[in-house]
C-alpha cells in the first residue's frame, strides 16, 4: 500500500473514539464550573456572596461544584491537548512528513481564535493559555517518556510547594481581622462592580470597552494556571508517546492505579477543601477562601487523572459503555466548537445585550440549566455530524492549519 505524504487531517476512521468521549465529557464540567462566572458576570469574582448561599440546595451544588468540578476538567482538557499533539505528531511522521511548520500553524490558529473569543465574547478563554503552552510543548516533544514524567512529577511538586505556601500566608491573613477587613474587601472589588455595570448595558459596545480591560486582567490570573495546565500538557505528551488510549488493554495496570490511587485520595482531599471553601465562602472570607483555592489547584490534578483512569478502565471493560456514549463522543468530536458556543448562549442568556437573567439563577438552578445546556449540544453534535464532516469551528481550524478548504460536507455514498 501507498504511504500518504501529503499533510492530511486525521481521518475519522483513524479516531481514538474514547478520547472523544472523554472530552466531550468533560465539557459538561468545564461548563459547570464557567457557568458561575457567566450568571455572575464578571470572570473576575473567584467567590460567592454569601447571601447567594443561604439556601441548602445551593449550598450543597456549591460544594459539588468545588469538591468534585473545580480544577478538575480543564486539566483533562489540557491532558488531551497534549496526548492529541502526540497522536497528530506520530501521524505526520508516519506519512514522512516534518511536522513542526503544520504544528506551529495549528497553535497560532488557535492563538488567534482564543484571543478573539476572550476580547469579544468572554474573557474567561482558555484556548489563548493553551496555545502558548502549546508552543513550550512543541519544542520538548522529543522527550523521552521517561524524561517527560520526571518533567511533570517536577512540575507538580514545584506548584505544590508554592501553592501551600501562597495557602499559608492567606490563612494568615485570614486571621488578621483588621487587615482582612481593609484589604480583602478591596480586592479587584471595583474591577469586578464595574464589570457588572459594564455587562449588565444593553448595548454591546459599551459593555465591549470593558471587556478588553477584565481580558488583560484574566491573563493575570491565567499566569496562575499555566504550570498546571503546562503539567498536564507534558503527561497528555507522555501518554501519547507510550500509547495509552491506543491501547486501553495493555495498560490495565496504570488504568488501576489510576482508579484504585488517584481516585480515592483525590475524592477525600477534594471533598474536604470542598467544604473548606463552603464555610469560608458562607462567612464571606475572602482570604480563607483563596487559601484553599491555592490547596486544590495542584491536588485537583490528582482527581483529574482519577476521573481519566475510571473512564479508561470501565470504556476498556464495558463495551456497552462505548455504545452509550457514542453521543457523548460526538459531543466531543466537536469540542472546539462547542467550547465557544457554550459561551455564546451564555452570554446572551445572562448579559444585558441578551436576555439580561444575571442575578436570577442560583447555584444549584445554574447545575440544571448546566446539564441542559450540554444535552442538547450533545443532540447538535449527532445532529450536526450525520451531514458534516467536522464541526464548523474544527474545519475552520483544519482548513487554515493545512492552507486549503476542506470539504466540509460528508461524502454522498452511491446508492
Given at each position: 500500500m501507498e504511504r500518504t505524504t501529503s499533510a492530511q487531517p486525521v481521518d475519522e476512521r483513524e479516531r481514538i473514539r474514547a478520547l472523544d468521549a472523554l472530552r466531550g465529557g468533560a465539557l459538561l464540567g468545564i461548563l459547570m464550573v464557567n457557568m458561575a462566572a457567566f450568571k455572575g458576570?464578571?470572570?473576575?469574582?473567584?467567590?460567592?456572596?454569601?447571601?447567594?448561599?443561604?439556601?441548602?440546595?445551593?449550598?450543597?451544588?456549591y460544594f459539588v461544584i468545588q469538591a468534585f468540578f473545580t480544577g478538575k476538567f480543564y486539566p483533562i482538557f489540557a491532558l488531551l491537548?497534549?496526548?492529541?499533539?502526540?497522536?497528530?505528531?506520530?501521524?505526520?511522521?508516519?506519512?514522512?512528513?516534518?511536522?513542526?511548520?503544520?504544528?506551529?500553524?495549528?497553535?497560532?490558529?488557535?492563538?488567534?481564535?482564543?484571543?478573539?473569543?476572550?476580547?469579544?465574547?468572554?474573557?474567561?478563554?482558555?484556548?489563548?493559555?493553551?496555545?502558548?503552552?502549546?508552543?513550550?510543548?512543541?519544542a520538548v516533544r522529543g522527550l523521552s517518556p521517561n524524561a517527560l514524567l520526571t518533567a511533570v512529577l517536577a512540575l507538580w511538586g514545584l506548584q505544590l510547594v508554592c501553592c501551600l505556601s501562597c495557602a499559608g500566608v492567606a490563612v494568615w491573613a485570614?486571621?488578621?481581622?483588621?487587615?482582612?477587613?481593609?484589604?480583602?474587601?478591596?480586592?479587584?472589588?471595583?474591577?469586578?462592580?464595574?464589570?457588572?455595570?459594564?455587562?449588565?448595558?444593553?448595548?454591546?459596545?459599551?459593555?465591549?470597552?470593558?471587556?478588553?480591560?477584565?481580558?488583560?486582567?484574566?491573563?493575570?490570573?491565567?499566569?496562575?494556571?499555566?504550570?498546571?495546565?503546562?503539567?498536564?500538557?507534558?503527561?497528555g505528551l507522555y501518554f501519547g508517546?507510550?500509547?495509552?488510549?491506543?491501547?486501553?488493554?495493555?495498560?490495565?495496570?496504570?488504568?488501576?492505579?489510576?482508579?484504585?490511587?488517584?481516585?480515592?485520595?483525590?475524592?477525600?482531599?477534594?471533598?474536604?477543601?470542598?467544604?473548606?471553601?463552603?464555610?469560608?465562602?458562607?462567612?464571606?472570607?475572602?482570604?480563607?477562601?483563596?487559601?484553599?483555592?491555592?490547596?486544590?489547584?495542584?491536588?485537583?490534578?490528582?482527581?483529574?487523572?482519577g476521573y481519566v483512569g475510571l473512564f479508561g478502565l470501565s470504556w476498556s471493560a464495558l463495551p456497552g459503555l462505548q455504545r452509550v456514549l457514542v453521543p457523548v463522543a460526538h459531543a466531543g468530536?466537536?469540542?472546539?466548537?462547542?467550547?465557544?458556543?457554550?459561551?455564546?448562549?451564555?452570554?446572551?442568556?445572562?448579559?444585558?445585550?441578551?436576555?439580561?437573567?444575571?442575578?436570577?439563577?442560583?447555584?444549584?438552578?445554574?447545575?440544571g440549566l448546566t446539564v441542559l445546556i450540554w444535552l442538547l449540544q450533545v443532540g447538535f453534535s449527532v445532529l450536526w455530524l450525520s451531514r458534516f464532516q467536522y464541526g464548523p469551528m474544527e474545519w475552520l481550524w483544519r482548513s487554515l492549519t493545512y492552507g486549503q478548504r476542506l470539504p466540509l460536507r460528508r461524502p454522498v455514498r452511491a446508492a
Open positions: 458576570l464578571s470572570t473576575l469574582e473567584q467567590f460567592p456572596r454569601p447571601e447567594s448561599l443561604r439556601a441548602t440546595t445551593d449550598q450543597i451544588a491537548f497534549g496526548l492529541g499533539f502526540a497522536l497528530q505528531i506520530q501521524r505526520l511522521e508516519a506519512r514522512g512528513i516534518a511536522p513542526t511548520t503544520i504544528m506551529l500553524r495549528r497553535l497560532i490558529v488557535l492563538l488567534i481564535i482564543g484571543a478573539l473569543h476572550g476580547l469579544f465574547i468572554w474573557t474567561g478563554d482558555v484556548l489563548f493559555g493553551y496555545a502558548l503552552c502549546g508552543l513550550i510543548l512543541l485570614a486571621q488578621l481581622g483588621e487587615f482582612q477587613q481593609e484589604g480583602s474587601s478591596d480586592l479587584f472589588a471595583a474591577y469586578v462592580e464595574q464589570a457588572r455595570q459594564a455587562y449588565a448595558q444593553p448595548n454591546y459596545w459599551q459593555a465591549q470597552r470593558f471587556r478588553f480591560t477584565e481580558w488583560a486582567l484574566m491573563q493575570v490570573n491565567m499566569l496562575l494556571m499555566m504550570p498546571n495546565i503546562l503539567m498536564m500538557f507534558l503527561l508517546k507510550v500509547g495509552l488510549f491506543g491501547q486501553l488493554k495493555e495498560h490495565r495496570r496504570l488504568l488501576l492505579w489510576l482508579t484504585f490511587g488517584a481516585l480515592p485520595l483525590g475524592l477525600a482531599i477534594n471533598a474536604y477543601g470542598g467544604y473548606g471553601m463552603l464555610e469560608a465562602a458562607r462567612t464571606g472570607d475572602v482570604w480563607r477562601s483563596l487559601g484553599w483555592m491555592l490547596v486544590l489547584l495542584p491536588l485537583g490534578a490528582v482527581l483529574s487523572l468530536q466537536m469540542a472546539l466548537t462547542n467550547y465557544l458556543m457554550q459561551s455564546v448562549v451564555c452570554t446572551l442568556l445572562f448579559y444585558g445585550y441578551g436576555l439580561g437573567l444575571y442575578g436570577r439563577v442560583g447555584i444549584a438552578q445554574g447545575m
